[in-house]
């Protein structure tokens, strides 16, 4: 309820009002609401025309007691501004508003098997249909696989270590598409910044960058391991500039490269000419870097696309077994990268 301009109380539309405005029935209405077929184009138009008009918003409390459905679903995320984990969000919410469902999210500090549980479980309680979690942790992946609910659950971001539906981004395969890009450039071998050890992202490129260079017989330098932050970066940048022979990097992410970038200027090594540089995400302020950043793109709206998907696909029981979902990465190629200069 509401009032007007002169404080008379105002009735908020109903059902029936949509209804008599756009010249249908009541049934009609809740057709066009919920979906469904087989209702003309230009009636469907009409309603939706009168709904605008009187601002009607449907009461989906009342709906989910009819259709047994909340079209809700719950995400587990993590309470993180790291570019990869909050784009992932971001592409299963817009995913899911596309797809007419609503969102509610659990962000957690700490992504623990107790934690995880509890989450899911506040979820459950608020009536989701189905749980994404975000999984980019090997501990969060444990957990994901002792989780006990009676809703449907996927896994986003997590490799191929878990029994539950997932999807993930080729991480392997785009390191291994950065790592090959460089040695065909000319390169002897190619130094790698990581991520931390216990992210699923970090060793899936790690070791992407390894197989890479190994099958191409090319030396395996000492791993510079960072914290995904442009700080770790420049450290490692430090370290990298006080070896003569380095002429190739592949960083794990963006900001690590970023503060690589600043360590080689300070330091007096000028990328793409002494040493090429190649990131992972294309953040969207990688393009204005100095030199603008060679990356490795990730799809996150498919990401969310494809999870979403495969979440539906078990709220309506279509028969699959376990589901290993990946969304394949793309080289991005700019300025920070060049042949090896032979000096």
Not at 23 to 49: E, F, I, K, Y
Not at 58 to 70: D, E, G, I, K
Not at 265 to 286: L, M, Q, T, W
């Amino acid at each position: 309820m509401g009032t007007d301009s002169t404080g008379t109380e105002q009735r908020q539309p109903v059902m029936a009002d949509v209804a008599k405005l756009a010249g249908v029935s009541h049934q009609t209405v809740s057709r066009v609401l919920n979906g469904a077929p087989h209702v003309r184009p230009d009636t469907r138009d009409r309603v939706l025309a009168a709904i605008r008009e009187l601002d009607y918003r449907p009461n989906s409390a009342a709906r989910a007691l009819v259709t047994r459905r909340s079209q809700t679903l719950g995400v587990v995320s993590f309470d993180s501004t790291l570019y990869g984990p909050a784009s992932m969000l971001d592409g299963i919410e817009r995913a899911a508003r596309s797809a007419g469902y609503f969102v509610s999210v659990a962000s957690l500090r700490s992504l623990d098997g107790r934690s995880i549980q509890e989450a899911v479980d506040r979820l459950r309680d608020q009536g989701v249909e189905g749980v994404m979690v975000i999984a980019p942790q090997t501990s969060t992946v444990s957990a994901v696989a002792r989780l006990s609910s009676s809703v449907p659950v996927v896994a986003v971001g997590s490799g191929n270590q878990t029994q539950v539906p997932m999807v993930s981004v080729g991480n392997r395969s785009g390191a291994e598409a950065a790592t090959r890009h460089l040695l065909d450039l000319g390169h002897r071998t190619v130094h790698h910044v990581a991520g931390p050890a216990n992210w699923l992202e970090s060793q899936d490129r790690e070791e992407g960058w390894r197989r890479t260079l190994e099958a191409a017989g090319a030396p395996v330098p000492e791993v510079e391991r960072g914290d995904w932050s442009a700080r770790s970066g420049y450290q490692a940048g430090l370290r990298i500039a006080g070896l003569g022979n380095v002429t190739a990097v592949f960083c794990a992410n963006d900001h690590m490269a970023l503060g690589l970038l600043r360590a080689l200027h300070e330091a007096g090594r000028s990328v793409p000419g002494d040493i090429s540089v190649v990131g992972f995400d294309d953040i969207p302020e990688a393009a204005y870097f100095i030199p603008p950043l060679t990356t490795v793109r990730q799809d996150f709206g498919e990401l969310g696309r494809r999870a979403l998907e495969l979440l539906v696909d078990e709220l309506e029981g279509v028969a699959h077994p376990p589901s290993q979902v990946q969304i394949s990465a793309e080289m991005v190629l700019r300025r920070s990268v060049g042949p090896v200069v032979r000096r």
